[in-house]
């Protein structure tokens, strides 16, 4: 039936099938051709109205009101108004009511996203609500961009073909390739993958929980969410696949406190990162970092953790400790052990908390003592003997300037080492001070008795810091460089003797 807004006149175009009530199939969901169409033939914009309004006539129903009448007045406000106007409105009432009494038909608006029609419904308010959450819902699965636009289209409707949200979702889901509803999980508010099935979930999360043994304490570090909702297919997963995704590692971004001090090369093949990376990440530190600096990093963590917890009860040993006393009777080197240690024993009940399997804290719950652990004693001797090792270290550092031998007609009876005044002389081996004092040409000197028949002899020192008689340690520092004494610059006279006879100190001790 057409309605010719300028003519006024009445056609029907589908008046057959329209008017045999009987003829007309009504599918579930699936509405059939307009039977009615008013049509605004020639007319320009009228409001917001499409070319279109479509009148739709079901299967008759057992109702036989029409409810929303004003409502199709209110529509219809929106057609031009007029005599045309009013005429049309009369008309359309007169034969919608007058003709159509006995159906169950009521105002409604086809819904189309993107100008295809995903349904019928009555409450606009209701289905906006509901589609702003069906909106989100796939915004998160097909991103921003591809989310249809929404129109309405008033039609009267049998109550029976209006959409419940089921429905609705279906058709919607319909336009939009790829888009499964579907479980997914998400550790920490964080997707990781979905599956058709949830069965499918939660037995790969299982064998993930039980994986590490003690299954009766084992928990999840993260917090695990499953929803059932929309999801693009190609986060769809199965089989091993789901275990394999929330086995998966991700990069998180951390920061690194150094442990001492380390080059930023070393913090990078730490965490696998690439030293340009690192040093983006921190800007303004290159080179070496100090200990205690911070660092942001990228770390890789599991997606997924398992805490365990294992409930240990048993005797435990009890290390003992290790003490120390010197006694200053006992010759210098020698020690020997007073008292053997001895480890004690307790009993423990304690928990010991594991993360995938490696142990992280230990808590105690009960400590019994049945052993107290014996500490071992060691005594150690301080006292110097003044005896030689037999064996002697260079006792300063510097330029070997003259060696051991004939020099100028004349017998050199030891090495001289150049070095600069004030540099410390230490005693070549152990010993006791025979000598410290000026002795002519060598100036000031210090003469060690060794006690196995060698003397050494330091001459031309600057500073004399030991007295005749005192008992000096190998290393010890006696004096100090000096040109006192026949001599031309700071040096150190070095003399080896055995039985009082000058032997080639560099056969003692090395020449550089
Ligand atoms: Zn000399």
Redesign the pocket.
């Known amino acids: 039936m057409h309605y010719n807004l300028r003519t006024g006149r009445l056609g029907f175009k589908v008046g057959k099938l329209m008017f045999l009530k009987k003829s007309v199939k009504v599918q579930k969901h699936i509405e059939i051709a307009p039977k009615l169409i008013v049509r605004r033939t020639g007319m320009k914009k009228i409001a917001d109205i499409t070319d279109k309004i479509k009148v739709l006539f079901y299967k008759k129903s057992q109702l036989t009101t029409i409810k929303p009448v004003a409502d199709a007045i209110k529509i219809l406000n929106a057609v031009k108004r007029g005599v045309l106007y009013t005429t049309a409105v009369a008309t359309m009432c007169f034969i919608v009511y007058g003709s159509f009494m006995s159906l169950d038909i009521t105002i409604a608006k086809n819904v189309l996203i993107n100008g295809k029609s995903v349904g019928t419904v009555t409450n606009i308010e209701q289905f906006k609500d509901y589609y702003s959450k069906l909106h989100e819902e796939l915004q998160h699965s097909l991103g921003e961009s591809e989310i249809g636009k929404v129109s309405y289209l008033p039609c009267i409707a049998f109550n029976k073909s209006v959409n419940d949200e089921y429905t609705l979702k279906q058709n919607i889901m319909s336009l939009y390739d790829g888009v499964i509803n579907a479980y997914s999980v998400y550790v920490d508010n964080e997707f990781v993958c979905a599956t058709l099935e949830k069965a499918d979930l939660e037995m790969a999360l299982e064998t993930i929980r039980t994986s590490y043994g003690n299954e009766e304490t084992a928990t999840f570090v993260q917090d695990i969410e499953i929803k059932n909702e929309l999801v693009t297919s190609s986060n769809i997963k199965f089989g091993e696949n789901i275990k394999n995704e929330l086995l998966s590692s991700k990069s998180i971004e951390s920061v690194y406190v150094a442990t001492k001090e380390q080059s930023m090369w070393e913090i990078a093949s730490m965490y696998g990162m690439t030293i340009d990376k690192l040093e983006k990440m921190n800007p303004g530190i290159d080179g070496a970092v100090l200990d205690g600096t911070h660092i942001n990093i990228i770390k890789s963590v599991p997606v997924l953790s398992v805490q365990t917890t294992a409930h240990v009860e048993g005797e435990f040993d009890i290390a003992y400790k290790s003490e120390i006393v010197c006694d200053k009777t006992m010759a210098k080197g020698k020690q020997k052990i007073t008292v053997e240690g001895e480890n004690g024993k307790q009993f423990v009940k304690k928990d010991i908390v594991f993360i995938n399997g490696e142990e992280i804290t230990e808590t105690i719950h009960e400590k019994t003592i049945i052993k107290e652990p014996v500490t071992k004693v060691t005594v150690v001797g301080t006292k110097l003997s003044g005896i030689g090792t037999g064996s002697f270290i260079r006792p300063t550092y510097g330029s070997l300037s003259?060696r051991y031998g004939t020099r100028w007609n004349r017998q050199?009876q030891?090495i001289?080492i150049s070095a600069s005044a004030g540099t410390n002389i230490v005693a070549a081996d152990d010993g006791v001070v025979e000598f410290s004092g000026w002795e002519g040409g060598y100036g000031n000197l210090v003469k060690l008795s060794h006690g196995n028949g060698y003397t050494t002899y330091y001459?031309h020192c600057s500073k004399l810091l030991v007295k005749k008689g005192q008992i000096v340690e190998k290393g010890q520092v006696i004096a100090k460089v000096g040109s006192t004494g026949r001599s031309t610059g700071p040096h150190l006279?070095f003399e080896v003797r055995l039985n009082n006879i000058p032997q080639n100190p560099l056969e003692f001790i090395s020449s550089n």
């Open positions: 003259s050199h030891g001289d001459g006279h």
